[in-house]
RNA sequence: GGAGGGGUGGCCGAGCGGCUAAGGCACCGGUCUUGAAAACCGAGGUCGGGUGAAUGCCCGCGUGGGUUCGAGUCCCACCCCCUCCGCCA
């Protein structure tokens, strides 16, 4: 949520942010905001002062009627006061619910460097390891997998309909072991805490990271309870300390989760449908911070460079994508897409994404800190980040470590962990 | 799911519909002291938000409604916590 009074402060500012997302209502928004915020301010006054007298007046009817005199004047004169505040607190609490409608549909500014554009003008920022160029016609996972026995593609669309998937034996084995080794290198090497949290989360949480009210057929809802299940640990994470404030002295908060991520995908009906590209229902490490201000550009840095090291002990080459500000996801100031090549449907494919939020998503969820002893409370800035979705990791490992004769090599980080060190489709062994 | 109890400042805890929400603890300030503790002093101060140029004023007693000239207090709904019972991996 962006903050009112730099609406309010500085207007064009936001209308500049808002046409470089390429958004066309975010003029008459502001504008609206702007208005509304007029009126709010007046009534606020009005009634402030009312309410004033009668506090006032209300005082000496006490005296009077302990006294045992007539008051009957005052009160009546008070009806009609009272009256009156309950009809500025109506327009109030309407200009509230219009304004906070229109701040909770407003997404965030994106920071200066941000491109404008939509995703053709994402900016490639770097690149790490080479394509594998296998010295073979280089095979897609679902044919791999299938082979191999580790996937189960028709029998999850039996069990869940489409977009739904089964692993078995080692292949369930390796990405169990791919999220244990994840979160022991976010804890043991980057300091986070390692957190279990809950999958189902109330339309309130969901609110806080953004999905609400804005992307509401994108999430799974549980009718009978009103429980949304969550498309990523970060809204449990992001949402961990809400109504909190906290002390200087507790940030950086870093905290780390697994958890399966739901996503109906409304929109995205026909795009990679074919195997593990594109599912409802996926695995995922993530990563949550809380910093000051101060600290959270370079935090974004921090917390990039984090989940980049998956993919450079595991041996996959890939690269880091600045989105532009069209593309950039609504609670984000600045994002940077990790991308790991896949040889055999021949594509970069999006593992990561790591955000910047500012102090958007801290105005929601209200997390505030002090600064130091005897200062103004201020918002923390939150980032997020994948480290990292699971099935498209897979998708690189079964398509980068291929060999000719349809057995997958595992990377050599893994292979301890793993007991194997290899998948061999069963006619071989 | 059923029955009962509870939710008031940083913490504990009182609060017949009426002045400014008792009292205690803690913290802060002052006196005393070489220093500290203890003791004493103080109609004092302490949290968050809104509004205003400003001394200020307004709101906040779990949340949201209602009654009233006036609600921490009365009414309604909901949320959370504790105890017991039931169910259950």
Not at 63 to 88: F, H, N, W
Not at 350 to 368: G, H, K, P
Request: overall charge negative; aromatic content about 6%; hydrophobic content about 35%.
């Amino acid at each position: 949520m962006l903050d009112l009074k730099t609406i309010r402060s500085d207007p064009d500012r936001v209308r500049e942010a808002m046409s470089r997302r390429g958004l066309q209502n975010g003029e008459a928004a502001v504008g609206e905001l702007l208005t509304l915020d007029e009126e709010r301010r007046a009534a606020v006054r009005r009634g402030d002062d009312l309410r004033a007298r009668r506090n006032e007046v209300s005082r000496v009817i006490g005296e009077l009627k302990q006294k045992g005199e007539d008051a009957s004047g005052l009160i009546e004169e008070m009806r009609t006061v009272g009256r009156e505040i309950g009809e500025l607190e109506d327009q109030v609490s309407e200009a509230d619910r219009r304004t906070q409608t229109l701040l909770l549909n407003l997404p965030n500014c994106p920071l200066r460097e941000v491109d404008p554009g939509g995703e053709e003008s994402n900016r490639l920022i770097r690149e790490w390891g080479e394509p594998v160029a296998h010295p073979f016609p280089a095979r897609p996972h679902w044919e791999l997998g299938e082979e191999l026995g580790v996937l189960d593609l028709p029998r999850g669309a039996k069990v869940s309909g489409s977009g739904f998937t089964v692993l078995r034996g080692a292949g369930a084995r390796l990405q169990r072991v791919l999220i244990d080794w994840m979160l022991d290198l976010h804890v043991q090497r980057h300091g986070y805490e390692e957190l279990r949290v809950p999958y189902l989360v109330t339309e309130e949480s969901l609110t806080g990271t953004g999905q609400l009210p804005k992307f509401a057929e994108d999430s799974y809802l549980t009718e009978r309870d009103d429980l949304w299940l969550i498309p990523t640990a970060e809204v449990p994470l992001t949402n961990l300390h809400r109504d909190e404030l906290l002390g200087a002295d507790q940030l950086p908060l870093r905290y780390t989760a697994y958890s399966p991520c739901f996503r109906r995908e409304a929109g995205a009906a026909g795009a990679d449908t074919r195997g593990l590209l594109r599912v409802h229902q996926f695995d995922k490490v993530e990563l949550v911070r809380y910093e000051t201000p101060e600290r959270s550009r370079e935090a974004l840095e921090e917390l990039t460079a984090e989940a980049e090291e998956v993919l450079q002990e595991l041996g996959l080459a890939y690269r880091v994508i600045r989105l532009a500000a069209g593309d950039l996801g609504f609670s984000s100031a600045m994002t940077y897409d990790l991308e790991v090549w896949a040889p055999g449907v021949e594509k970069w494919l999006e593992v990561s994404s790591c955000s910047n939020c500012l102090d958007y998503q801290a105005r929601r969820v209200n997390v505030r800190y002090r600064p130091a002893p005897g200062e103004r409370p201020e918002f923390v800035h939150t980032l997020n980040g994948s480290a990292l979705a699971l099935p498209r990791l897979m998708v690189a490992l079964f398509e980068t470590y291929q060999r000719e004769d349809g057995s997958v090599e595992m990377p050599s980080v893994l292979q301890e962990r793993l007991g194997f060190s290899e998948l061999v489709p069963p006619s071989h062994s």
